[in-house]
């Protein structure tokens, strides 16, 4: 029998290589550090998604169902691994529990871990209760809650989704876009006008980047249909007058500063490097770009590859990604693993 093909991380990427691979007849070896499959969109509870519009639960869910029920994966939860020796065809791994197994290659589907807002403290999260991230009210929809203030349970009138949380911010050495927040936050305040129609959403923005065919979906149709409002501004900071949380800052278009009380301020949090990698990189011997994501070979020649030979990477491990992407990217790493092991094997 093939040596399996270690799958590191079973979010959407690695559920995505895990398949491909198995639907070849290929056997997959799956750690997954917590004690569920599925990655973010599983872990943190996101409602629906960005642009399917279907519930996390239903079409990552799906991905898991069919991993899980195939009998070429094995897989192991709470787990990571601890050594990687070897060479294209012919690895070895230690995992957390002491097991020893043999791989001819490895996926890298680590993915990202969410910025913690704490770090941007004059943002109000951390001070005030009914400051919360967008995975928060991810949680508030999916569970089917709704949306409501934490300090009291109240609906909340008004609304602030505050963008680039942690994203675009050199102040805090996070240059990048992370690339999905736009889309999200857009879609978010639909939700929210949905279940609360009375309320009243404001999106405070630098640019709009609701790439691609994004733009009408949500950009213009959250305004057209569920009269979102848009400010593009600078925030100074979140405080509050003892009732109402109050965001202070400059109106960019009008150059004028802006104080406007809101009862709940959502922070659209970005996606950092997950805090492992460096741990990963020294593990698997491949090397880091330099925001401290795993580094691709190249960007055309073999998307999946990393600076070590059998080792691949997929998904937002290598930077801010889409479900969408990292799902192509899971696939595209199996295809590269295929091509590598046939080459090993004819030597
Ligand atoms: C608030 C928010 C909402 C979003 N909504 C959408 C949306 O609607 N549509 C969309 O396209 N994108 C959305 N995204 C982006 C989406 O989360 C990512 O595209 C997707 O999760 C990337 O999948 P992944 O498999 O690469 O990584 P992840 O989902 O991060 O999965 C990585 C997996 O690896 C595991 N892991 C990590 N380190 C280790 C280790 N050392 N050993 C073993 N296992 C490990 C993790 O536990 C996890 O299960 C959103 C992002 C945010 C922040
Ligand atoms: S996608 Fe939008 S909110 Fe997210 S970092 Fe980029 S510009 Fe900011």
Redesign the pocket.
């Known amino acids: 029998m093939s040596k399996p093909v270690l799958v ?8 995505a290589a895990a398949h491909a691979l198995a639907s070849v007849g290929r056997n997959v070896t799956l ?4 004690d569920r ?5 599983i ?2 509870g ?1 409602a ?4 399917s519009g279907e519930w ?1 639960k239903d079409a990552i869910g799906g991905m898991v169902g069919r991993v899980e029920g195939n009998g070429l994966v094995d897989v192991r939860l709470n ?3 601890k050594a990687f020796d070897g060479t294209p065809g012919a690895f070895s791994a230690i995992l957390s529990d002491e097991s020893k197994i043999d791989a001819g290659a490895a996926v890298l ?4 871990t ?1 910025f913690d807002p704490v770090n941007k403290p004059e943002w109000g999260f951390g001070t005030f209760q009914d400051v919360v ?3 928060q009210v ?1 949680q508030m929809i999916s569970s089917g809650n709704g949306v409501r203030c934490p300090s009291d349970g109240r609906k909340p009138k008004r609304v602030a989704i505050l963008l680039c949380v942690g994203s675009r911010d050199r102040q805090i050495g996070r240059e990048w876009c ?1 690339k ?2 736009c ?2 936050s857009s ?1 978010l305040g639909m939700e929210i006008r949905e279940e609360l129609p009375d309320t009243h959403v404001y999106i405070y923005y630098m640019d709009i980047r609701t790439f691609g065919l994004y733009e009408d979906l949500y950009y213009w149709r959250s305004q057209e249909e569920f009269k979102i409002k848009y400010i593009k501004s600078r925030i100074a900071k979140v405080t509050s007058d003892g009732e109402r949380l109050i965001v202070k800052g400059e109106d960019t278009l009008v150059k004028r500063p802006i104080s406007i009380p809101f009862d709940l301020v959502v922070h ?4 950092d490097p ?1 805090v ?1 990698n460096l ?2 990189s020294s593990v698997f011997d491949v090397e880091l770009e330099g925001h401290q994501f795993l580094k691709r070979a190249s960007t055309y020649d073999s998307m999946a590859g990393t600076s070590r030979p059998g080792v691949f990477v ?4 290598t930077g ?7 799902i192509a990217q ?1 696939q595209a790493a199996a295809m590269a693993v295929l091509s590598i092991l046939s080459q090993a094997a004819a030597e």
């Open positions: 590191i991380g079973g979010g959407p990427a690695g559920l750690i997954e550090k917590e499959l599925g990655g973010a969109p872990l943190s996101y629906k998604l960005v642009p996390a787990t990571t691994v589907c680590t993915g990202f969410h991230t967008t995975t991810e992370s999905v927040c889309t999200v879609n659209a949090i970005g996606m997950n492992d741990l990963l997929a998904g937002a491990a801010p990604e889409t479900i969408d992407d990292s899971g």
